[in-house]
């Protein structure tokens, strides 16, 4: 099984979990929930429960094997923080990451409030980014959550760009996704709800990547943001002091960032 992913944000992905619920209109045309529906019934398929949450134990291990350093994207069919995975699973998961130093986790949510309230009893290493996904100003209060996370890397997925986020507030964030919708039913985002993102990342020096402007298929509306693609990232070496450095990909800014313990 291939593990490479096409999301340009990320190199691999690893799924411990699979399936979940819908919570926002962020979800309303999850590719995830499509493609794993399309195997439901198909004996044999690791998505022969369609998209059952499914806790993948026989996965836990794999990124230990992995010895190439990679980035990886946790949880690309699921939520670690879905109200139905267990708090011992998802420390199970972070003990994994904890292990495989030499990767870097992007953990995605949209229920950072739970991430929040377990996060006392979770390790926090530098090699763990936590992120929240917002559609709509609606859900500013995710990042509100977001930002009291002990991660190294904060960072916000604005995928789907459902309406203008004008007024979001950067404090505390590292790295900042947006993008349009795909699929069936896709509602496309404005160029003034993309560009006002981009403006507030500018303007606090935040990492700023635009990953589509979706469609019907993903990459049918290209990438390029006023004639020129975004593919900012953040960069995070630890350090004996116990603080991390970021750097701006393209940029000379280096900045030291606290790491909480």
């Known amino acids: 099984m ?10 691999t992905t690893w799924n411990p979990v699979t399936g979940c619920t819908k919570v926002s209109p962020g979800c309303d045309h999850c590719y995830a929930y499509s493609f794993a529906e399309r195997f439901r019934g198909v004996a ?6 369609g998209f059952d949450l499914v806790l993948r134990y026989r996965r836990l291990s794999l990124p230990l094997q992995w010895r190439q350093p990679r980035i990886i994207f946790v949880n690309s069919m699921s939520d670690l923080f879905h109200h139905r ?6 420390q199970l998961v972070f003990a994994t990451m904890q292990a495989a130093e030499w990767h870097t986790f992007q953990v995605l949510t949209k229920r950072p409030q739970r991430a929040l309230r377990m996060a006392h009893k979770l390790p926090w290493p ?3 980014w936590f992120g929240t996904s917002i559609e709509t100003a609606r859900y500013f209060w995710r990042v509100d959550a977001a930002r009291q996370i ?3 890397i904060r960072f916000l997925s604005c995928e789907p760009l459902l309406a203008s986020l004008a007024g979001l507030d950067l404090s505390d964030i590292d790295w900042v996704i947006t993008g349009g919708e795909s699929g069936l039913g896709c509602r496309p985002p404005k160029i003034e709800w993309v560009r ?11 990492p700023f990547f635009f990953k589509q402007w979706g469609g019907r298929y993903p990459k049918v509306g290209g990438r390029e943001l006023d ?3 975004w593919d900012q990232m953040p960069e995070v070496s630890s350090l004996a002091s116990g603080s991390a450095k970021r ?8 900045e030291a960032i606290s790491v909480a313990q």
């Open 85 to 90: 995975v267990p708090d011992e699973f998802i």
């Open 247 to 254: 750097r701006i990909q393209g940029q000379e800014t280096v």
């Open 44 to 49: 044999g398929h690791p998505y022969e429960n």
């Open 2 to 11: 291939s593990y490479t992913s096409a999301i340009e944000w990320t190199q």
């Open 150 to 152: 002990p991660a190294a």
């Open 126 to 128: 530098s090699n763990v």
């Open 196 to 206: 006002e993102i981009r403006e507030l990342c500018l303007a606090r020096n935040v």
């Open 227 to 229: 004639g020129r693609y």
